[in-house]
């Protein structure tokens, strides 16, 4: 009796998991070439951004201020260029949301939030520019797309667990069970999103530097942000602290600031 549902246990897992690599594909990742996993395709992530933008915005109070809506468009539709084919699906929208609380987001599919609160700690455009810049990162790298991937798989395993081991003894089980849900937070969400909160920073600042704005100011705002009384800001609460994000993209910072030299002289041309 036990032999034949230990091996029904080991085939239904094996089961589920090939079937969720068989249906799973890879990307790379603009500008780091990293390469990741995705069980969705990007249309229908970022048809999923687009519905959630609208329903979004009827739920929150979009600010009407000119000067700061002017900023916005203005910072949005260059880093909008500089991220070019990175995104072909976008349709870029930047929208100033009235809330105190210093934040910005982007969703899939080019809609980028930024609440008015962001503009008090917010010294320079280069400022703006690098925290719109990183939100949008984490859409170019298909951020939402791989950590729902991983997710579901994660959860279909799960399922396959629980099933395979319901002729187990309770407690062992259960122990089993509970190991396999806390190796998915220390083992794939925290470390999931470390690695997205680096790449973003890291592919944040290229992009700003490309479309003009001086990546160096990244610094100069994350240690701002750091030393601001009260510190945990809603932004930040999501965010690793300053001094790792800073140490990560000092790593990056050479590059970027000759990508900003570059187009800053091209501008230059240009403009004359
Ligand atoms: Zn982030």
Request: one cysteine or more; glycine letters at 10%; a neutral charge.
């Amino acid at each position: 009796m036990n032999k034949p549902s230990r091996l029904r246990r080991l085939f239904t897992c094996a089961g589920i998991l090939a079937f969720g690599l068989a249906i799973s594909g890879c990307y790379t990742v603009p500008e780091t070439g990293r390469t990741g996993m995705v069980l969705f395709s990007e249309s229908q992530i970022a048809n999923m951004g687009k519905e959630s933008f609208t329903e979004l915005k009827t739920q929150v109070r979009v600010s009407n201020n000119r000067p700061k809506n002017e900023i916005i468009q203005r910072v949005g539709h260059r880093i909008a260029s500089a991220v070019g084919r990175d995104l072909p699906e976008a349709e870029w929208e930047f929208v100033l949301i009235e809330d105190n609380t210093i934040n910005a987001f982007a969703l899939p599919g080019g809609k980028v939030g930024v609440h008015t609160g962001l503009f008090s700690i917010v010294e320079k455009e280069d400022d703006l520019a690098f925290v719109m810049a990183h939100e949008i990162a984490h859409i170019t790298a298909r951020h939402a797309n791989q950590r729902i991937s991983a997710q579901t798989l994660f959860a279909g395993i799960g399922l396959a667990l629980a099933a395979g081991t319901s002729d187990m003894d309770s407690g062992e089980r259960n122990l089993l069970l509970g190991l396999y849900g806390l190796g998915g937070t220390v083992g794939v969400s925290l470390p999931y999103s470390r690695l997205q909160e680096r790449e973003a920073d890291r592919i944040g600042i290229l992009y700003a530097a490309r479309a003009g704005y001086d990546p160096r100011r990244a610094i100069v705002f994350m240690e701002k942000m750091d030393n601001t009384a009260g510190g945990l800001h809603e932004y930040f609460s999501t965010h690793p602290s300053g001094k790792t994000r800073v140490e990560n993209i000092e790593k990056y910072m050479n590059d970027a600031v000759a990508v900003f030299e570059d187009s800053s002289r091209q501008r230059k041309l240009d403009m004359d």
